[in-house]
């Protein structure tokens, strides 16, 4: 377990820093903070629950991705993008059909994108994971679809490290990291 310098440095260089200089958390880890006035009162426990929570999910996704030697991309939008060579977005206006990011459109079966962040491993693409609310079939067979076609794509699934009881979906390059495990939360995190 990182102590709360360690992690804050670590963090650092998974995620990168923000302008005002805190660590750039994805979207649901950053640092739990006071309610307002205009929201349901909290007592100091819950509080402190609260802060302990996100400092194990902030704590496991950190020790994850150092162990894996991840870096967060800060240009990785969909699966697509671990098919490139270079970590790069979408094309905004695409010339083939396979180009078209599957992120920002209205097809029902990518609901499985939720909580995206995308992973480089030497400054290249390497994994993607997501973190949504649930898992249907028809997400599943999205998934597989994916993977099917290219060789060096994999696909696992866990438990989320959002929480509030996310899966997890992980699509990796195998040419570029042979197996990436689920990124597991701590049974006694509050959410």
Not at 11 to 40: E, I, K
Not at 104 to 119: C, N
Not at 131 to 153: C, F, K, N, T
Request: hydrophobic fraction near 35%; include cysteine.
């Amino acid at each position: 377990m990182l102590e709360k310098r360690d992690l804050h440095v670590a963090a650092l260089r998974v995620f990168g820093r923000s302008t005002d200089g805190a660590v750039q958390w994805p979207y649901g880890l950053h640092n739990a903070a006071r309610r307002r006035r205009w929201q349901t009162p909290e007592s100091p426990e819950d509080f402190t629950r609260r802060q302990a929570s996100q400092r194990a999910k902030q704590q496991a996704i950190t020790e994850w991705a150092t162990g894996l030697g991840l870096r967060r991309s800060q240009v990785g939008c969909c699966p697509r993008w671990l098919t490139r060579t270079t970590s790069r977005k979408c094309p905004s206006e695409p010339t083939h059909p396979e180009q078209e990011c599957m992120v920002y459109g209205s097809d029902p079966r990518v609901g499985w994108l939720d909580h995206v962040i995308a992973w480089n491993l030497n400054g290249r693409p390497a994994v993607f994971t997501t973190a949504p609310y649930g898992l249907e079939d028809i997400h599943r067979m999205e998934v597989a679809s994916l993977v099917a076609p290219d060789l060096q794509l994999d696909a696992a699934f866990g438990a989320g490290w959002y929480g509030f009881g996310t899966q997890q979906v992980i699509l990796w390059r195998r040419d570029r990291i042979p197996s990436v495990p689920a990124c597991d939360l701590p049974t006694e995190t509050y959410c």
